[in-house]
Nanobody, 116 residues
Framework: QLQLVESGGGLVQPGGSLRLSCASP????????IGWFRQAPGKEREAVSC????????NYADSVKGRFTISRDNAKNTVYLQMNSLRPEDTAVYYC?????????WGRGTQVTASS
């Protein structure tokens, strides 16, 4: 069973940076596209960014373009989301999702809070 574990969340001041990681202990991620999503209190879950299995193709929500960068290191079986210039509106629980042929797998999320 594929399990995803997110880490790297925390509390930062507006303008600060965080790097989120998405790993899958015991299960290789290199064959799958991976997406990052977020959900703020009282709001629906929204897509933030995604990356193809090879890492050659990436996409971003307009709200994070130029500030967030998705990447993957298949040798380390990890996908990253580098978040710079964080804003209060980026505050949310961030989830990673693996897109396999049969279904989507989700992690439990990591809290990101940008507040002074």
């Amino acid at each position: 069973q594929l399990q995803l574990v997110e880490s790297g969340g925390g509390l930062v001041q507006p303008g600060g940076s965080l790097r989120l990681s998405c790993a899958s202990p015991g299960f290789t991620l290199e064959y799958y596209g991976i997406g990052w999503f977020r959900q703020a209190p009282g709001k629906e879950r929204e897509a933030v960014s995604c990356i193809s299995s090879s890492g050659g193709s990436t996409n971003y929500a307009d709200s994070v373009k130029g500030r967030f960068t998705i990447s993957r290191d298949n040798a380390k079986n990890t996908v990253y989301l580098q978040m710079n210039s964080l804003r209060p509106e980026d505050t949310a629980v961030y989830y990673c999702m693996a897109d396999t042929v049969l279904r989507h797998y989700w992690g439990r999320g990591t809290q990101v809070t940008a507040s002074s």
